[in-house]
Structure formats: C-alpha cells, structure tokens
Nanobody, 115 residues
Framework: QVRVVESGGGLVQPGGSLRLSCRAS????????MGWYRRTPGNQRELVSS???????TYIDSVKGRFTISRDNAKNTVYLQMNSLKPEDTTIYYC?????????WGQGTQVTVSS
C-alpha cells in the first residue's frame, strides 16, 4: 500500500525554524504533485504549499516569504522549510502525495510555536 510519512515537527520558539520532511512510497504509479496541508481552527485542512513533479510551487499567502517547499523526485520526498515561525503556525501539518487525482495522506506531524 501507499505510505506517506512525515517527520520534522516539534516545538520551536517564535522566529525559529523547522524543516518538515515527507516520504511517499508504495505506489504502482508515479507520484505527481506533493504538498503540505495544515489543520485550521475550524478543523478543516488548508493547503499551505504544493509542488508538482516538474517543480512548480504554490504557497498560501500567510507563509509566502517564510516557507519554502522542495522535492527530491528520486526519493519521492518533499520538504517544507519553515522559517520565521509564528504562534499562528501552530497546528498539525499533513503531507499529501497525489497519484493522478488520488491523494494519499500522511498521519500528520505537530508543529508548535510557543515561547
């Protein structure tokens, strides 16, 4: 089965940095777009950032200039470098990997930004 596994979350002080990693594996087909979602106060998931297999990226406005997404296609791994973290970034971050239109979700990793 497809596995999507995140790592790198944790506790950091405001202004600090974290680097999230996510490796996808087990698909019979190639992974396309990969991305990061996070849980909102309304218990929804919002797209934070995405990256296509060709390297095209998107970012939600609130993280532009602070977060950078990248990927290693050979490893089916996506990264999210998170700088200048704010308390409002505190939530669970989920990795998503797409096989065509089918999304596969990781278990989530907790990011807490607090002094």
């Amino acid at each position: 089965q497809v596995r999507v596994v995140e790592s790198g979350g944790g506790l950091v002080q405001p202004g600090g940095s974290l680097r999230l990693s996510c490796r996808a594996s087990g698909s019979r087909f190639s992974f396309g777009t990969m991305g990061w979602y996070r849980r909102t106060p309304g218990n929804q998931r919002e797209l934070v950032s995405s990256i296509t297999s060709g390297g095209s990226t998107t970012y939600i406005d609130s993280v532009k200039g602070r977060f950078t997404i990248s990927r290693d296609n050979a490893k089916n791994t996506v990264y999210l470098q998170m700088n200048s973290l704010k308390p409002e970034d505190t939530t669970i971050y989920y990795c998503t990997a797409y096989v065509y239109s089918q999304p596969y979700w990781g278990q989530g990793t907790q990011v807490t930004v607090s002094s």
